[in-house]
Nanobody
Framework: QVQLVESGGGLVQAGGSLRLSCAAS??????VGWFRQAPGMEREFVTA??????IYADAVTGRFTISRANAENTVFLQMNRLKPEDTAVYYC?????????????????WGQGTQVTVSS
């Protein structure tokens, strides 16, 4: 059974940091992405990694870093200088495409999400 499990969410003050993890089991994905969804909002792209290539949404560029531990089939999202507007449920997603993409439709597998709350 293919699963993606996120962890590492929590409550942090503005300016603080969190590190999210996404552990995949059942298969290896060429591309893994992170998306987030705030209450009442559409799910939006955050970042994705494929091989050594990464892409980021403008809102997080320079603050967030995605990385991958292939031996552990795990992807990390280091989030620094967090802002209240980063508050959302964060989802990781897996895809078989061979380049990072921001399009949700390319991701066939999703985790259950982890809550990130940034207080002002």
């Amino acid at each position: 059974q293919v699963q993606l499990v996120e962890s590492g969410g929590g409550l942090v003050q503005a300016g603080g940091s969190l590190r999210l993890s996404c552990a995949a089991s059942g298969r290896t994905f060429s591309t893994v992405g992170w998306f987030r969804q705030a209450p009442g909002m559409e799910r939006e792209f955050v970042t994705a990694i494929s091989g050594g290539n990464t892409i980021y949404a403008d809102a997080v560029t320079g603050r967030f870093t995605i990385s991958r531990a292939n031996a552990e089939n795990t992807v990390f999202l280091q989030m620094n200088r967090l802002k209240p507007e980063d508050t959302a449920v964060y989802y990781c997603a897996g895809s078989g495409v061979t380049r990072p993409t921001s399009y949700r439709s390319y991701y066939g597998y999703w985790g259950q999400g982890t809550q990130v709350t940034v207080s002002s």
